[in-house]
């Protein structure tokens, strides 16, 4: 079994720098290793006992300022009628011959 320090110090490496899992540096072990290793903890829940942990650890020794939010927009979904502008309204439908584009 590799040293758990290797492999999560790989996983911290890959995840830190967006690169491609076979291009984890060989002092981390074995990219496939590495890999397995880190989609065996996401899917037995690991991660999150992990940040769970630390949060809680954190919080008791007063170190978090839980009036700090920050939400990822790519977790929230817009209204459906967010994307555009109003059908029929400025700018669109036809145009007289000889104006110019808005």
């Not at 690991?46 to 790519?74: E, K, M, N, P, Y």
């Amino acid at each position: 079994m590799r040293d758990r320090r290797q492999v999560v110090n790989g996983i911290l490496w890959k995840l830190s720098t967006g690169a491609a899992w076979r291009d984890l540096p060989e002092r981390y072990g074995p990219w496939k290793t590495v890999y397995e290793r880190f989609r065996h903890w996401s899917a037995d829940g690991t991660w999150d006992r992990l940040l769970a942990h630390v949060q809680q650890h954190s919080d008791a020794v007063g170190t978090v300022d839980w009036t700090i939010v920050c939400v990822d927009s790519t977790t929230v979904r817009a209204h459906q009628h967010a994307a555009g502008a109003r059908k029929g309204g400025p700018g669109r439908g036809k145009r007289s011959a000889g104006r110019a584009a808005d």
